[in-house]
């Protein structure tokens, strides 16, 4: 890896299925970055997290996301790359049997750990950094969908990631919460030094929160681009 790039893709093509929707993409995320990326639906933007995060193979062109070669990734060094990785989805896919605790711990067990008190240590941490350290015994149904996706964050940094890669996290909430929900995770990005990149369709929010801007259109992704 070159100096503070937690993510540089060069040359890559992005197939879904055997159809290609993303050609010789060149892209760089460093250190502490927030991205929006933007697009119409279909545009590739679900794809090319896809890349990133190993649910799809990089079969051309080079690539490395924390420090994993994406063009030699075994299947078996998958999960550790994750764990590099906070992925937030818009879908909140919390256990709904389980209280918000409980989801938590199913984490960080099916991701190594093993210590209790650290494990309990942890949970407390994460829950205090997105405001949530009182619902730690509620259901997800006896919270807001605001909350959920609070949830959903602090569940994406239980292993410190590098990067969150958050793919339309704020297509199930208002206005207001979608917001409050960009500004947990703006803060994240700068005190954690956190690269964060949202997929997201609202200009609106991209306005409100003016940062870098990714495009994915008409098959290429267009960096660092500008929206009237």
């Not at 760089?28 to 970055?33: S, T």
């Not at 409100?208 to 009237?228: A, H, M, Y």
């Amino acid at each position: 890896m070159i100096g503070n790039s937690i993510i540089k893709l060069n040359g890559v093509d992005v197939f879904q299925q055997k159809h290609l929707v993303l050609s010789n993409v060149d892209l760089h995320i460093d250190k502490g970055d927030f991205v929006w990326l933007i697009g119409q639906t279909g545009s590739g933007k679900s794809s090319l997290l896809k890349i990133i995060y190993g649910d799809l193979a990089l079969t051309s062109g080079s690539g490395h996301a924390c420090g994993y070669d994406l063009a030699k990734l075994p299947e078996r060094d998958i999960p550790f790359l994750r764990r590099k990785l906070g992925i937030v989805f818009q879908d909140f896919q919390l256990l709904t049997d389980r209280t918000i605790e409980q989801n938590l711990h199913f984490v960080m067990h099916a991701t190594g750990w093993k210590d209790k008190n650290l494990i309990n240590e942890r949970t407390l941490d994460v829950l205090e950094k997105v405001g949530l350290r009182s619902k730690l015994k509620k259901m997800p149904h006896e919270i807001s969908g605001g909350e959920q996706q609070r949830v959903v964050i602090a569940r994406a940094l239980l292993n410190d990631p590098e990067i969150i890669l958050a793919d339309e996290p704020t297509g199930n909430l208002d206005p207001d919460t979608s917001e409050e929900i960009v500004m947990l995770l703006k803060q994240i990005s700068q005190q954690m030094g956190t690269a964060v990149i949202i997929a997201t369709h609202d200009y609106h929010i991209i306005r409100t929160f003016p940062s870098r801007i990714i495009k994915c259109e008409n098959g290429r992704v267009l960096e660092d681009v500008e929206i009237g």
